[in-house]
């Protein structure tokens, strides 16, 4: 159950946008739709960002977007903003009906 | 709205068991799937467990199989993770958080940790 593979970071000015990539294999996001994405600021707990690759739970900014193409999915933040900068998760259900993590990405607004 | 609160963190000595709880309100408890996901410090998020709404299931990563157990109390809105055996590396703050389906779906919901020391 090795984990979905993330940058360690990633950087941009406020306005730009950036993309988080998240890399799986075909036993899971390469086979389901059950790709999340979640924010992490130090200390607190994960709040969810995206849920089924691409929807938006209500109250979440329509600036979070996310996708997914053969077996990696992404998140892309547009209009960067000083409080985006925190760390990003993605997740997957897998084949082998558990749920695995990427590594996390560390987003710096410059 | 949701609210998800964990208890029992503490330091124990490698080998020990520890029970964490969950205790669930702002929904009807018995209608979601639970997960127990952990942090240890400076690192990402690991899943470490999930059990239906009925309890009928159970699933764990290969990491705590056989030493972790999910389970949960409807009657009384808490979610439990019994640790045996517990090792150095299961050091972490360990978060209950909610399932949307009665199963196995996406997490939408955290709660805010208990922290687990494992340190001889």
């Known amino acids: 159950q090795s984990a979905l593979t993330q940058p360690a970071s990633v950087s941009g000015s406020p306005g730009q946008s950036i993309t988080i990539s998240c890399t799986g294999t075909?036993?899971?996001?390469?086979?389901?739709?059950?790709v999340s994405w979640f924010q992490q600021y130090p200390g607190k707990a994960p709040k969810l960002l995206i849920y089924?690759?691409?929807n938006r739970p209500s109250g979440v900014s329509n600036r979070f977007s996310g996708s997914k193409s053969d077996k990696t999915a992404s998140l892309t933040i547009s209009g960067l903003q000083a409080e985006d900068e925190a760390d990003y998760y993605c997740?997957?259900?897998?084949?082998?009906?558990?749920?695995?993590f990427g590594g996390g990405t560390k987003l710096t607004v410059l | 709205q949701v609210q998800l609160v964990e208890s029992g963190g503490g330091v124990v000595q490698p080998g020990r068991s520890l029970r964490l709880s969950c205790v669930a309100s702002g929904f009807t408890f018995s209608s979601y799937g639970m997960h127990w996901v952990r942090q240890a410090p400076g690192k990402g998020l690991e899943w470490v467990a999930v059990?239906?709404?009925?309890?009928?299931?159970?699933y764990y990563p290969d990491s705590v199989k056989g030493r972790f157990t999910i389970s949960r109390d409807n009657s009384k809105n808490t979610l439990y993770l019994q640790m045996n055996s517990l090792r150095v590396e299961d050091t972490a703050v360990y978060y209950c958080?909610?399932?949307?389906?009665?199963?196995?779906?996406?997490?939408?919901?955290w709660g805010q940790g208990t922290l687990v020391t494992v340190s001889s």
């Open positions: 997740t997957s259900y897998t084949r082998s009906t558990t749920l695995v």
């Open positions: 075909y036993r899971d996001i390469g086979y389901y739709n059950y």
């Open positions: 089924e690759v691409s």
């Open positions: 958080a909610r399932d949307r389906s009665p199963s196995f779906a996406y997490i939408d919901y």
């Open positions: 059990i239906w709404s009925d309890g009928s299931n159970e």
